[in-house]
């Protein structure tokens, strides 16, 4: 399938890595800060909510559990100022500089965890993302999938659960089913990779789909 071209300068592409609780994002952002390393591509990690000063504080606070209820919108607009401020800040100076960048999760995230977990619907996610990002966007999202069982799983495998990880099991089937349909939608975009099987087998598709992405034309 022809992939969408890339807005980047310099050759430079924006690569984020998605998927639900217990998917291996961690563990697979390694493998990939490898692969460039490996390859002599300049790049730099970071991860949403987060990637600077001020967006890592916010994202203590989206973080944090809290007795005070917290209001979807409020969670959605934090998420955005989070995303502002990391996007002007580090993402586009990068890529700028011709240095790709890795982001551990992104916008995407906001349709799945904020659009089908929290049922807040995917036009005003749309309409915020227009308003913060104009028509920035990844030029490439990994999406990691597997039944969220599986997910839920390993993740439990971890101490401490965040205020995200709290949440029962129908949320993560909604955060899936709603990165699956942007999967489905935009295939110039997404590059799906099935996380179940033993990491080896899981690192052989990545691997496969960074070479397809190297190889598009930008
Ligand atoms: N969030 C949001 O709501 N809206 C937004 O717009 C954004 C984010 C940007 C923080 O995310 C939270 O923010 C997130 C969504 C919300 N909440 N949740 N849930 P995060 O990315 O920092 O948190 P995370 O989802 O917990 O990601 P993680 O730390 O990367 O975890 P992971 O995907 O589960 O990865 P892992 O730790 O590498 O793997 C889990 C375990 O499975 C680990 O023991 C591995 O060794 C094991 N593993 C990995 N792969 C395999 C295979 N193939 N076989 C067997 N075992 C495996």
Redesign the pocket.
């Known amino acids: 399938m022809q992939k969408k071209k890339s807005s980047n300068l310099n050759n430079a592409r924006f690569l984020t890595v998605e998927?639900?609780?217990?998917?291996?994002?961690?563990?697979?952002?390694i493998f990939i800060s490898e692969w460039l390393e490996g390859r002599g591509i300049p790049y730099i990690h970071t991860?949403?909510?987060?990637g600077t000063p001020l967006a890592e504080e916010l994202?203590s606070l989206?973080?944090s559990p809290r007795d005070e209820q917290v209001d979807a919108t409020a969670?959605l607009l934090l998420?955005f100022a989070?995303?502002a401020q990391h996007i002007e800040q580090v993402i586009k100076p990068a890529l700028a500089k011709g240095v790709w960048v890795l982001c551990?999760?992104?916008?995407?995230?906001?349709y799945?965890?904020?659009g089908g977990?929290r049922n807040m619907g995917f036009e005003k996610i749309e309409q915020l993302e227009n308003f913060v990002q104009g028509d920035f966007r990844p030029d490439a999202v990994i999406l990691?999938d597997l039944p969220v069982a599986v997910?839920l799983a390993?993740?439990a495998?971890?101490g401490t659960l965040?205020r995200?990880?709290r949440?029962a099991e129908g949320f993560?089937h909604r955060v899936r089913d709603a990165y699956l349909n942007r999967a489905k939608e935009k295939p110039s975009r997404y590059w799906l990779v099935d996380?179940?099987?033993?990491?080896e087998?899981?690192q052989v598709q990545i691997s496969e789909t960074l070479q397809r992405i190297l190889a598009e034309q930008v």
């Open positions: 998927g639900v609780e217990g998917v291996g994002k961690t563990t697979n952002i991860r949403e909510p987060g994202r989206l973080l969670e998420m989070a995303r551990d999760r992104f916008t995407d995230a906001t799945a965890y904020q977990g990691l997910g390993r993740a495998k971890r965040d995200f990880e949440e993560f996380a179940e099987p033993p990491l087998q899981v």
